[in-house]
């Protein structure tokens, strides 16, 4: 089982299981979630969106990052302004 290792100055995160990648790009593909060619881009480039997320997150000290609260509403209106 391949297994992504944590970024060292974002340790909360939890590794990224590939193999559960797979099977969710397998669900999201059986249940035509999503199209085809959006599939091969997130299975492709999410991984390393991930680490540069992580790598950006570990300069923010603990004491000043947003709660999960603020975070999804920042998120949410974020997805709000894009529709």
Known sequence: MAVYQSVPA???VPPIDQNQTRQDHRFIRAERLLPEAEIDAIHRDAPT???RFQDAAGLVPVSQ???ME???ESFNAGRMEAA
């Open 10 to 12: 974002c340790p909360a």
């Open 70 to 72: 603020e975070w999804l």
């Open 65 to 67: 990052r947003p709660t």
């Open 49 to 51: 969106e991930l680490v």
